[in-house]
């Protein structure tokens, strides 16, 4: 009941925001919702998408562009999308496990998605989308943007004993296997903690500490990076079904303009590590057979974990993410 309280609440906060701006007679108008606060790096992508699809599709596809958590809280969205609530969603995997426990493994891609959609990836992915989840997998962001383990102790070997550190479902099952113990908080409450020195680091991509501010009570990076970062565009997939051949083919072909921008992530890391390090933040590599740990503990943790949730998904999926 709550659930269907909070769904009814959002669909009409969405209505309210969507009701001006009528469209022409041949073009949709699709509502969408991003779990990610505007403005950040994260987010940047899917507002190019937006700025793209409204420019070159007038009078076919427009996005009414709601915003982010401020607009609905990140863990609702995928409920959303998959209920009609919106037509459209930028939002993580990780955000929607309970619809869709197998997406958890989308973060342990080996491959960019362009090579998941020459080998069958991007199929069995969109396939799980529509059945669990009624929505259509469109494009996928992230690749190249891994996540790194933040501390202000020194790591310099694949042991994390003696810390506590905050983690999310992403990667809590790696951090834990190296001995770490852990909390989960909302981002919100992550600056108090390192702080109070509640815990001693966290987890997060390159991309985004200083949108957070979170360089201010950081000491250090671990190198290498671990998994990558998805963020999706799901469209609610009756809504998908009701658009014309064209409007397919042009969101797709927009899909694919959206994902041809991740080769920009390499050039951004280096200007995310640059800013990082002139915060003051200084770096620890962990080298050798400690570096192979370090990643192959990532890797096994990470499919043990997805693989337990969803035994009948997993497995095929790592056949396909894996090189």
Avoid: C
């Amino acid at each position: 009941m709550k659930m269907l309280t909070k769904l009814a609440g959002a669909a009409l906060a969405v209505g309210a925001l969507f009701a001006a701006a009528p469209a022409s007679a041949d073009e949709v108008v699709l509502r969408a919702v991003s779990s990610f606060q505007q403005g950040s790096l994260i987010e940047r992508p899917f507002a190019r998408f937006v700025e793209k699809v409204n420019a070159e599709g007038k009078g076919l596809v427009r996005i009414n562009y709601m915003g982010g958590p401020s607009a609905m809280p990140p863990f609702e969205v995928g409920n959303s999308v998959s209920s009609g609530v919106i037509d459209m969603a930028f939002v993580t995997a990780a955000f929607y496990t309970n619809l869709l426990p197998a997406g958890d493994g989308l973060k342990l891609t080996e491959l960019s998605i362009q090579e998941l959609r020459e080998n069958g990836g991007w199929e069995y992915i969109n396939e799980l989308h529509n059945k669990k989840m009624n929505s259509w997998y469109l494009a996928r962001t992230g690749d190249g943007n891994p996540f790194h383990l933040y501390v202000n102790k020194p790591v310099e070997k694949a042991d994390l004993s003696g810390l506590t550190l905050r983690v999310t479902p992403v990667y809590r099952a790696f951090f834990e296997k190296l001995n770490a113990s852990s909390i989960q908080t909302p981002p919100s409450e992550v600056y108090t903690a390192l702080e109070r020195g509640v815990v001693d680091g966290y987890g997060w991509p390159i991309q985004g500490v200083l949108d957070l501010g979170w360089q201010e009570v950081t000491k250090a990076r671990v190198d290498p990076g671990f998994y990558t970062v998805d963020v999706n565009v799901l469209v609610n997939l009756d809504k998908w079904k009701s658009l014309s051949d064209e409007q397919r083919e042009f969101l797709n072909k927009m899909a694919i303009w959206l994902e041809s921008t991740n080769a920009e992530n390499a050039e951004i890391n280096k200007e995310e590590a640059k800013k990082q390090a002139d915060a003051g933040m200084v770096v620890y590599t962990i080298e050798g057979e400690e570096r192979e740990k370090w990643l192959d503990t990532a890797r096994e943790a990470g499919w043990e974990q997805v693989i337990k949730a969803a035994p009948d998904d997993g497995p095929r999926l790592r056949e396909l993410l894996t090189k």
